[in-house]
């Protein structure tokens, strides 16, 4: 009894053996032809992706007042502006805004004071590539927030944004001068007017 039992064991670890064997080869080969495949399908894919990279967002919302659609497309700038007590790390949006007929182009940030002015009367310096700077006008937005400023030219900046790649701001801000804000502008596209 005891020797049909040792057989049986050893029978049944020999069988357990062979069948965890045969499954791993078969995982092996499962998981290496899907990686081949993975791993091809992502090199495809990365090469479209590199060609069509943005980092333009876009929205539409319709105003319910009023039922006229809102188009936006925002992009987060490449860096962040560290200001004294009590603002901290800030960040920044620009921001490209068809509403009721008409384009805006826009600055923001999370937090920060713009210093800007009323009726173009305040002038910020903008940069696209390596071109010369320009001056366009600085407003303040209807609502009077500080956060958030109105650029002026507002066609050509928007011209600009379709072919550049790089667009560099010379902001002023509340209680620290002046500083640049840079944005990755690659991929724009506008065709709301």
């Known amino acids: 009894m005891k020797k049909n039992l040792r057989h049986l064991i050893s029978a049944s670890a020999l069988a357990l053996f062979v069948f965890i064997a045969f ?87 999370s937090k920060c004071q713009f210093i800007s002015g009323f009726s173009g009367e305040k002038t910020y310096r903008i940069k696209f590539d390596d071109e010369a700077p320009i001056r366009v006008s600085a407003n303040h937005s209807s609502s009077g927030s500080s956060d958030v400023v109105f650029l002026g030219s507002v066609s050509k900046i928007i011209s600009k944004l379709k072919t550049s790649e790089k667009l560099m701001i010379e902001a002023e801000f509340f209680d620290s001068g002046m500083d640049n804000i840079t944005f990755s502008t690659k991929g724009f596209e506008w065709n709301v007017k």
């Not at 495949?37 to 990279?53: H, I």
């Not at 992009?75 to 200001?83: G, L, R």
């Open 23 to 109: 499954g791993s080869m078969d995982d092996e080969e499962t998981s290496s032809s899907s990686n081949s495949t993975t791993s091809t399908t992502n090199e495809n894919s990365e090469g479209s992706e590199e060609e069509n990279k943005t980092n333009w967002r876009y929205s539409e919302d319709i105003d319910e007042m009023d039922n006229t659609k809102r188009t936006v497309a925002y992009i987060n700038s490449d860096n962040s502006i560290k200001f004294d007590f009590p603002y901290g790390n800030s960040d920044f949006t620009l921001s490209v805004r068809n509403w009721k007929g008409s384009n805006d182009v826009y600055l923001s940030c």
